[in-house]
């Protein structure tokens, strides 16, 4: 397999330094890696294969001989370079939110819709949102076999969705807690979250839902091919350093079992099933941390269905940085090669 030239831009936030480590995991055949960043970062370096990289400031003409671009920049960044990217020639795959909903640029998870990267008439892939991907990999095969309908969902996102800034403000805050401080201001949360949660993630747009509620709305119908299924999300913001966990409620067209339900899902890609509630065993952050795999538990049938109405409700867990970002974007990539 011929090498790639392959460039990670916003190389130095914690998804571009989860990218290099899962290009490393994954054996990516990279002929040359190209790190960028904004001006900021320039003249710091990052290992890659054992080899020290220095970051270049992100301009365009720094993409000239670019084959793969991953995008884990702002979605600003990404509408003025990914473009220039492209036109030069290379394929980008994005994490931000800038592309997702353009009818030209697929938006892919590969266990579920890996067919649609052929089609990139502006030569960019998106990668969804991160909730969006480890809430569709149990459901998605759920919805193989039997139409899905209707979701109803409850996600629990840990402060690593947030970036960085996330992860340094929640270790500070308990911190200071622990030694008898009082938090002060809080950034980039609107209030403290340790000990705490956040009813809130993104800014309130129509009918009073986030912008994170509506990404979960809109992607899952794209990815999906469903434009007419039914979705509610709250998304909710917790005191956990990595790994999002979701509450879902699904209806389908025909009825499913519980325990077809787990049958299905133990041969799903990218999926674990860990469901035994006599053995206290059922997914958590802290088991699905630096890994790739969605745990999904807490399989049952939904109670308040009205009668003749299929529903089944479980709860599941994954490492938010990995699968829900940076592993993603990786497996993409690889469908390219």
Known sequence: ????????????????????????????????LVALASARSEGKTVTFCDEEIAVREATPE?????????????DAQARELLPEAAARGAVCVDNSHAFRLDPDVPLVIPEINA???????????????????????????????????????????????????GLTELQRETKVLSEGGEVGATDPFAYQLAYNLIPQIGGFKDEAYTSEE????????????????????????????????ESITAEFERPISPDEAREI???????????????????????????????????????????????????CCGDQIRKGAATNAVQIAEYLV
């Open 265 to 315: 899902l133990s041969s799903a890609p990218g999926v674990r099933v860990v469901d035994d509630p006599e053995a206290l065993r059922y997914p958590m952050p802290l088991d699905t941390s630096d890994q790739d795999l969605v745990y999904v538990g807490r399989i049952r049938r939904d109670l308040s269905a009205p009668d003749g109405v299929s529903a089944l409700t479980l709860f």
């Open 214 to 245: 509506w990404k979960m709305q809109n992607e899952g119908r794209k990815i999906m091919h469903l434009p007419d299924v039914r979705v509610n999300c709250t998304c909710v913001r917790v005191p956990i350093m990595r790994s999002h966990s």
């Open 115 to 165: 067919g649609d990267i052929v089609d990139r008439p502006r030569n960019i892939i998106a990668n969804p949102n991160c909730a969006t991907i480890i809430g569709l990999l149990p459901i998605f095969p759920l919805h193989q076999r039997s139409s899905l309908k209707r979701l109803i969902v409850s996600t629990y996102q840990a402060a690593s969705g947030a970036g960085m800034p």
């Open 62 to 74: 720094a993409f000239e001989g670019v084959d793969i671009v991953l995008g884990a920049a702002g």
């Open 1 to 32: 397999m011929a090498g790639k030239v392959v460039a990670i831009l916003g190389v130095t936030g914690v998804v571009g330094t989860q990218m290099l480590r899962c290009l490393e995991e994954r054996d990516f055949p990279v002929s040359r």
